[in-house]
């Protein structure tokens, strides 16, 4: 159980991204998390893990209060949090197995992971979680020598070495061609289906209807809805984003 | 114009030219010298353009004759060979500064000749130098020795040495010598690049703004740096070698010390900016994963930096060792100390060897780290 109270975050700068935002993430939910252009989605999803400091509010998981870990506390959650980018956020000039397997580094041996040996377990689960993804026979390639959907594909398998409890995913899916979007979804799905939270931001609402069982809506970072995706009429659609928006489909791209 | 603009312009004009003048004065610029001055600088020219690189053996074959000075002063007891290698002087003896003629035959063919007066007293004399032909033949006018040149009856003798090279070309003295000192300084330059490398490089993280200016230390700590690197840096190399030089004596390891320091310093700074200009997404996606700092940098920012720091070393390698010939020529050792005792002692084809030698090597290392980093993006 995630729960995330009345959190607030204000940039140095001034920018107000969040405010007072409230609710609660049970376990096994496909959350997602829609909004415009700057209603705070990435800020949130920051927030959850502290990549952002949160200025205000609590976010408490399983009864541990992420806001107020200590430096070696925070590792130790972030471990169990796994974390997918819209922009994949691989190491380019690596390999894609180094990639994974840098996911592991949380729980890593700190001297021999910093030689870069790994043990053989760790490099089994990393063709595994490759396999799962279906890009083992890509392992040796260097990351930026695989098209924008296999990278992706790459990022999520570092957060399954992990064996996170929970994924969060900013719009995993927003730098890929529309086609390939379900392709990624679909792994987070089955992820889901195996008992992983997911918080995900996306923009597309035909995909928000396919994969969320539950939604939460920004609009100038504060929460104006939460529900299922069904509950998104034509009012409530034009509440969050604006009068001037119109409902565009991954599919129709 | 209105008049105190003019005034102003006028004062300026005037200021520049003054300034050239005086410039033009201290610089004793002299330019119709570079043409006055052309035939010297020509001699000069074609010394450098001929560098002292190989050289041959040298076989020395002699061959001697009876030649009393003056005639009579001993007696000639000696058979004349007929054939084989043999000299033939035009009198069989002369009075002192008496000129003849001596011919030699059947000697060792296009080969230098030395001819020689020997005592009785074992002395030599170098009388003169010359070349045989093809056939092995030379014909040159001698003169008699100015003094009674005989002892006891013991008649002086005329000595002819031939110098034929023999076999293959090889390196000569002052081209092993070059190469020597060129060790020196090419390892000199290596060796302070490689320490500079290794301070700089860790070093440089605790000045990129990304890594290390967070909160009050960090940013203490990364203004820290970042001033040292930019004080350091402008120091030049030569200056700081002098200022190393009076504290530790001239010699190659003041100059090694002020190159180490100077390079440190600009390593440092290009380093840290290198570390700077990466793509921050790894690095955050790291930290997501409650990796450690550490291996945040290591796994996140070392892979993205290595082109860079490599290519910022090979070409402060190029540079060093064109500062570090420098350096030489005012007493740090290597080629530049080996260029400037050549000048120093006019062996001009020696400076030759080391002025090819320097440009040889420079552009070789400039190709080389221009071909380096092409290859490393
Ligand atoms: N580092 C920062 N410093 C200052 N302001 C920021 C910073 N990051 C984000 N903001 C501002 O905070 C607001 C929310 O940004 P955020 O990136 O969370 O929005 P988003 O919903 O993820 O938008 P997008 O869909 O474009 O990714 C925006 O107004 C943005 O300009
Ligand atoms: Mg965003």
Not at chain 1, 11 to 24: E, I, M
Request: contains cysteine.
């Amino acid at each position: 159980m995630l729960r995330i109270q009345n959190v607030s975050k204000t940039y140095p700068n001034g920018t107000q991204a969040l405010k007072n935002v409230s609710f609660d993430v049970a376990d096994g939910e496909f959350l997602v998390i829609i909004g415009l252009s700057g209603s705070g989605k990435s800020t949130l999803l920051r927030c959850i893990n502290r990549l952002i400091e949160p200025t205000e509010g609590k976010i408490i998981w399983d009864d541990v209060d992420i806001t107020a870990a200590s430096p070696a506390e925070l590792r130790k959650i972030r471990r169990t949090i796994g974390m997918v980018f819209q922009q994949f956020n691989l190491v380019k000039r690596s390999s894609v197995l180094t990639n994974v397997l840098s996911g592991r580094l949380g729980y890593a041996n700190p001297w021999t992971s910093l030689l870069g040996i790994w043990p053989q377990e760790d490099i089994a689960q990393a063709m595994q979680a490759l396999e799962r993804v279906g890009i083992a026979e890509k392992a040796h390639s260097r990351a930026d020598a695989l098209s924008g959907g296999q990278q992706q594909r790459v990022g999520i398998a570092r957060a399954l070495m992990q064996n996170p409890k929970l994924i969060l995913a900013d719009e995993p899916v927003a730098s890929l061609d529309p086609v390939l979007s379900h392709s990624i979804l679909q792994y987070l799905e089955q992820l889901n289906k195996e008992g992983i939270t997911v918080i995900c931001s996306l923009h597309f609402l035909d995909l928000v209807h396919r994969y969320a069982t539950r939604v939460v809506a920004l609009k100038d970072g504060v929460k104006v809805f939460e529900g299922s995706a069904k509950e998104i009429d034509r009012a409530k659609f034009k509440e969050i984003y604006g009068e001037e928006a119109q409902e565009v489909r991954a599919a129709s791209l | 114009m209105p008049l105190p603009r003019l005034l102003r312009n006028t004062l300026i004009t005037a200021l520049v030219i003054a300034a050239f003048v005086i410039s033009y004065r201290v610089t004793e610029a002299d330019f119709p010298r570079l043409f006055r001055d052309l035939p010297k600088g020509r001699e000069l020219l074609t010394a450098f353009l001929t560098p002292d690189v190989f050289t041959r053996d040298l076989e020395t074959r002699t061959v001697s004759i009876v030649f009393p000075v003056p005639c009579g002063s001993a007696s000639v007891e000696e058979v004349f060979p007929a054939e084989g290698p043999r000299l033939v002087p035009s009198v069989n003896c002369a009075a002192p500064l008496e000129k003849f003629t001596l011919q030699g035959f059947d000697l060792q063919p296009n080969s230098e000749v030395v001819i020689r007066w020997r005592l009785p007293d074992e002395r030599t004399m170098t009388a003169i130098r010359t070349q045989t032909d093809a056939n092995g033949y030379f014909s040159q006018e001698v003169q008699a020795r100015p003094i009674q040149a005989s002892v006891n009856g013991v008649a002086s003798r005329l000595e002819v040495d031939t110098l034929t090279p023999v076999g293959g070309l090889k390196p000569s003295q002052a081209l092993k010598d070059v190469l020597d000192n060129m060790f020196v300084t090419i390892f000199m330059a290596l060796l302070s690049t490689t320490l500079a490398t290794l301070i700089a490089a860790p070093l440089s993280f605790l000045a990129a703004s990304n890594i290390t200016r967070k909160g009050c230390f960090g940013t203490g700590v990364y203004y820290l740096f970042r001033s040292f690197f930019n004080l350091m840096r402008s120091y030049d190399p030569l200056v700081m070698a002098t200022v190393f030089g009076f504290w530790l004596s001239f010699g190659p390891f003041p100059g090694f010390l002020a190159l180490t320091v100077v390079t440190i310093a600009s390593l440092g700074k290009l380093f840290s900016e290198a570390v700077e200009n990466i793509d921050p997404g790894p690095v955050e996606a790291l930290q997501a994963t409650g990796a450690p700092p550490l291996h945040t940098v290591r796994y996140a920012v070392v892979p993205q930096i290595v082109p860079d720091f490599v290519s910022y070393i090979i070409y402060h390698w190029d540079i060093n060792v064109r500062i570090s010939t420098i350096i030489g020529f005012v007493g740090g050792g290597g080629i530049g100390y080996y260029l400037n005792l050549s000048i120093n002692d006019f062996k001009w084809n020696q400076a030759g060897t080391a002025i090819w030698a320097i440009v040889i090597v420079v552009w070789a290392m400039d190709f080389l780290s221009a071909e380096v980093r092409k290859r490393l993006t």
